[in-house]
């Protein structure tokens, strides 16, 4: 199962998707309601910066640098947060 961090916000949550836009620099996710899923819909309509980000997948690791949440919203059953980070720079670690 695929997994973020964010350092100074959250190790580990567990992500139920992860995908590759098509410009290779934006990253949809959709999680749990959780306090990171709700601090990061904050992020979006703040326009925070994340330095860093790292989606951690089943066959690779990649680390986001520079980042912001262009996209949140929450919906379905169980209810869900579905987010979309973009970022500067793609490292395939």
Do not use: C, N, W
Not at 38 to 59: C, I, K, W
Not at 74 to 87: C, D, K, N, R
């Amino acid at each position: 199962m695929p997994y973020l961090t964010i350092p100074e916000i959250v190790e580990s949550a567990t992500l139920h998707s992860v995908q590759v836009g098509g410009d290779g620099k934006s990253f949809p996710v959709t999680m749990d309601v959780s306090d990171t899923g709700v601090r990061l819909m904050r992020a979006a309509q703040t326009g925070e910066h994340l330095p860093l980000v790292v989606l951690t997948l089943d066959s690779q690791i990649i680390a986001l640098d520079s980042v912001y949440v262009a996209e949140a919203s929450e919906g379905g059953y169980p209810p869900l947060v579905q987010l979309t980070f973009v970022a500067d720079a793609v490292r395939f670690v």
